[in-house]
């Protein structure tokens, strides 16, 4: 198949001024990204497979700052959905945190109108069959480069299928980025294949080899993913049963008050503990609270004895306690009290109250969380659960939105994941959904079970093939129960990294070299 470029200045097909098709376009490009996105009113996956495709046509037939204007425009209304958030059910956010938040806000819309405009343009010199290879490349490239600088940004296209199992288990050999490429190529297809038929005549139509090629391309790569999907999803159906353990993940919805009087504290206590024993009644063996449970230090304070020796007689004589605690690093010990710093921890304690082990977060987010906390000196490296529970890899927060702190937990030994958080920032928003939903991408990608524990909902129980097992409403308070499967094994991906991030990476900057050839001649 010959590959003939054309050039980047070629006149593009430019609707009439006044075209009313525009707007309803426009239109159909807003729902359907919003019903993609993952929110808690109705979210459809297909809408991530489609909704580019109309948004591509509106760029392409535009030029300049009206491009610009429009893609902006656009993803400003869907990002206003999809990270919409209710700042007055949180009352105890500061000047600064709301001041971050509001210079954060316009950077998301921001990212998606990049990998918008550039994939376009980056692959305009392709000819029609290879343009949504070209799509995929580039945008794959942008969303890789976030992971591989540790931005934790949770909007990874790819990320939009994750109650798609059959579509996502490439992320065991490409990562999460290769269910971006997938996504972004499929919508480049079909875009491509309604301009070839919706413009020209049936006989044009059955003459365009572009078009037949692009569908070709189209049907084999879905097929090599959707087979390869199908063939992994069998496997885990097949699989004897692998040993496991019971668990049971919180859901406070605290802390959102100003309040921290001792009776309103008392009454969060109670609330674990509470909560903790409707899991245990339901089987469960580790009992999990999110991220800040507590608000205040544990260890070797009076709090550790009233809130760790009720769950004695809570948890079965085998079970665990996986909590989030605020604990002074020793490294600042000798520095005045103003100088001090923390570490951002999850303690194990067993079922006679005594502490296993403790992890502290290692990426610390820049300005939210630096002036207080700094890394724990241990790295990652997976909490000793003992017989029952194996090695336990915990996450704090955002590290969950990253891919390599999964990976590396894995690679030391974890046989299961976990996440605890705290997205109480965000209030009674669709935040804890947009997070949460990672943890499927972190499931596959390892093959391992993964449990969400989150203090504003949302919480999830995967398996190790994606499937979500359980998952807990949105705001508010409850527990839920599921079953973790341990796991030893070593996926491609878990073992090479992020090698398709690097790979699109470099052959966007490669189309660029090309596309920058082709306008010189």
């Given amino acids: 198949m010959k590959l003939e470029l054309k050039s980047s200045t070629q006149q593009q097909d430019l609707p009439p001024k006044g075209n009313p098709g525009g707007r309803w376009q426009m239109g159909l490009a807003i ?10 009113w109705l979210h459809w996956f297909p809408g991530a497979l489609l909704g580019l495709a109309p948004l591509f046509d509106l760029c392409e037939q535009r030029q ?38 509001v210079v954060v806000a316009p950077l998301i819309p921001l990212f998606f109108t990049t990998a918008t405009l550039l994939s376009l ?5 392709l000819p029609a069959w290879a343009r949504p290879l070209g799509l995929a490349t580039v945008w794959t490239g942008l969303d890789g480069l976030l992971g591989l600088l540790w931005w934790p940004i949770p909007f990874h296209w790819g990320s939009l299928l994750f109650d798609w199992p059959l579509g996502i288990q490439v992320a065991d050999v490409t990562g999460i980025w290769g269910v971006t490429f997938f996504a972004v190529f499929v919508n480049g297809v079909l875009w491509q294949m309604a301009r070839g038929s919706l413009r020209t005549s049936v006989d044009e139509l059955l003459r365009n080899r572009d078009f037949w090629s692009t569908l070709a391309w189209g049907l084999g790569l879905t097929g090599l993913v959707l087979a390869y999907g199908s063939v992994r999803l069998a496997y885990f159906d097949a699989l004897a049963r692998d040993p496991g353990f019971r668990v049971a993940a919180v859901q406070q919805v605290a802390w ?48 550790q004895p009233y809130v760790i020796e009720p769950m004695q007689a809570i948890l079965p004589p085998e079970g665990a306690l996986i909590t989030g605690a605020t604990e002074p690093d020793p490294r600042t ?65 955002l590290e969950s939105v990253l891919p390599a702190p999964s ?15 705290d997205d109480s920032w965000f209030g009674n928003s669709h935040w804890p959904m947009l997070h949460g939903k990672l943890s499927v991408f972190r499931a596959v990608e390892n093959r391992r079970s993964m449990v969400f524990v989150n203090n504003t909902g949302g919480n999830l129980v995967v398996d190790p093939s994606g499937r979500i097992q359980q998952v807990g409403p949105i705001f508010q308070r409850g527990v839920i129960t599921g079953e973790v499967k341990r796991r030893s094994e070593i996926t491609f991906y878990s073992r090479t990294g992020d090698w398709l991030a690097w790979l699109t990476l470099g052959l966007s900057l490669g189309l660029w070299r090309w596309g920058s050839r082709v306008r010189q001649g």
């Avoid at 951002?344 to 906390?373: T, V």
């Fill in 64 to 101: 300049g700052w009206a491009r610009w204007r429009l893609a902006y425009g656009l993803w400003f209304w869907v990002c206003l959905y999809a990270f919409w958030v209710d700042p007055f059910s949180v009352k105890v956010l500061s000047a600064w945190e709301i001041l971050g938040g």
């Fill in 121 to 125: 343009q980056l692959s305009r010199p």
């Fill in 31 to 40: 729902l359907l990204l919003c019903l993609g996105s993952p929110n808690r």
């Fill in 407 to 421: 990976r590396t937990l894995t690679r030391h030994g974890a046989e299961s994941l976990i996440v605890i958080s």
């Fill in 333 to 397: 010990d000798h520095l005045p009290e103003e100088q001090q710093r923390f570490l951002n921890m999850a303690l194990l304690f067993d079922a006679q109250g005594n502490l296993l082990d403790g992890f502290g977060k290692q990426w610390i987010f820049p300005y939210f969380e630096s002036g207080r906390y700094v890394p724990s000196p241990d790295g990652y490296r997976p909490l000793a659960g003992g017989e029952l529970f194996g090695p336990l890899g915990v996450m704090i927060c």
């Fill in 256 to 303: 959102l008050e100003a309040d921290r009087s001792w009776d309103y504290r008392r009454e969060r206590y109670r609330e674990l503990h509470q909560f903790s024993a409707q899991g245990v009644a339901a089987g469960a063996q580790l009992v999990i609270w999110p991220e800040g449970a507590l608000r205040a230090r544990l260890l070797n304070t009076a709090l």
